[in-house]
């Protein structure tokens, strides 16, 4: 069995850039930081920061080009893709990314707009679909798990404290 499995949480670290191939295909890509928190041996509060490029094809990619900002707090669900490019000095490169296939909105930087966005889940799906409050849609625009209230927001700032075991509600 093989699985390649990839789940951020972070915040964009720029405005995402759509774009379209010339075959007319949509694709947005995103910036996204997250960071690692501990406790050193010696008490002392670290912190690693990694930043990821996600790509997103179709009407996903719409969407988020359409609905996320900078900043911004957002979850991708998806799969590690490397590719090889040369650069303009001549140079083959290789880089790492996530293309996502699922993706929640989060709650929008402090300044625009507010605490939170109107987030919702979308979903890769085939053809094209318009986003929905009310839960996750498909690229064709059929629900896919529909919801009686607002899907909580992911909140990154809350996370001051080191997450323990016994809090997790599962």
Known sequence: MNINKAILVGRLTRDPETRST????????????????????????????????????????EIAGQYLTKGQEAYFE????????????????????IVAENMQMGSRPMGQG??????????????????????????AGAPVSPLEEDIPTINLDDDKEEIKIEDVPF
């Not at 979308?122 to 094209?128: A, I, L, P, Q, V």
């Open 114 to 139: 507010g605490g939170s966005a109107s987030n919702g889940g979308y979903r890769e799906g085939n053809s094209g679909g318009a986003p929905s409050r009310s839960g996750s849609v498909s690229r």
């Open 78 to 97: 998806g799969r590690l893709q490397t590719r090889a490019y040369t650069g303009k000095d001549g140079v083959e490169r290789r880089v790492t990314e």
């Open 22 to 61: 010339q075959g007319g295909q949509t694709v947005t890509t995103i910036g996204l930081a997250t960071s690692h928190r501990w406790s050193d041996k010696s008490g002392q509060k670290q912190e690693k920061t990694e930043f990821h490029t996600i790509i997103l094809w179709g009407k996903l990619g």
